[in-house]
Nanobody, 115 residues
Framework: QVQLVESGGGLMQPGGSLRLSCATS????????MGWYRQAPGNQRDLVAT???????NYADSVKGRFTISRDNAKNTVYLQMNNLAPEDTAVYYC?????????WGQGTQVTVSS
């Protein structure tokens, strides 16, 4: 059973920062592409950012320059640093591990940006 354990969501004012974390097992983390997706009410689940096992990153245009994805190989953890948050960033954020046909999801963590 693959587990992705997320933490770090919450309520933040516009312009603030939050950091999300997602921890998993070494066997998954070392070879899977890790990513963050988000889903707002009534919307589909969209890509936010991904990072390969080699450290290559990819971002949605809407978060470029504000969000940073990174990975700590010693802790088997991927992070999403979110700066200059805006109300449109409000969503449930999901951690994902993907390799070929295999794709695993975390339980999701709520991020709400509101004054």
């Amino acid at each position: 059973q693959v587990q992705l354990v997320e933490s770090g969501g919450g309520l933040m004012q516009p312009g603030g920062s939050l950091r999300l974390s997602c921890a998993t097992s070494r066997s998954i983390f070392s070879i899977y592409t890790m990513g963050w997706y988000r889903q707002a009410p009534g919307n589909q689940r969209d890509l936010v950012a991904t990072i390969t096992s080699g450290g290559n990153t990819n971002y949605a245009d809407s978060v470029k320059g504000r969000f940073t994805i990174s990975r700590d190989n010693a802790k088997n953890t991927v992070y999403l640093q979110m700066n200059n948050l805006a109300p449109e960033d409000t969503a449930v954020y999901y951690c994902n591990a993907k390799r070929g046909y295999f794709s695993y999801w975390g339980q999701g963590t709520q991020v709400t940006v509101s004054s």
